[in-house]
Nanobody, 121 residues
Framework: QVQLVEPGGGLVQAGGSLRLSCAASGRTFSNYAMGWFRQAPGKDREFVAAINWSARSTYYADSVKGRFAISRDNAKNTVYLQMNSLKPDDTAVYYC??????????????WGQGTQVTVSS
């Protein structure tokens, strides 16, 4: 079960930055690829970013490429999402999950509560 702890979400103005963190428990974290997803009001949950077990491979949705950066610390069982140059369209609830691979972002665990990110214009 993936648990999202220390939510780094909140309210930020357009152009600002936020860093989200997600601590995983119940699995051997370093064995798995991890992904970030988001769900905006009235929309389906969508993929945002992925990172493989060693952090050597990452993959991003086109909408966040060049602005967001995913990273991980296997010693802390934690994955991060650094979000820069935020836009109002980035407003959503953000979730992390274990995924099949960097190129196959099928979530493998049930979802946590997520963390709200709101970007004001």
């Amino acid at each position: 079960q993936v648990q999202l702890v220390e939510p780094g979400g909140g309210l930020v103005q357009a152009g600002g930055s936020l860093r989200l963190s997600c601590a995983a428990s119940g699995r051997t974290f370093s064995n798995y690829a991890m992904g970030w997803f988001r769900q905006a009001p009235g929309k389906d949950r969508e993929f945002v970013a992925a990172i493989n077990w060693s952090a050597r491979s990452t993959y991003y949705a086109d909408s966040v490429k060049g602005r967001f950066a995913i990273s991980r610390d296997n010693a802390k069982n934690t994955v991060y999402l650094q979000m820069n140059s935020l836009k109002p369209d980035d407003t959503a609830v953000y979730y992390c999950n274990v995924i099949a691979s960097v190129f196959d972002a099928r979530p493998l665990d049930s979802w946590g509560q997520g963390t709200q990110v709101t970007v004001s214009s």
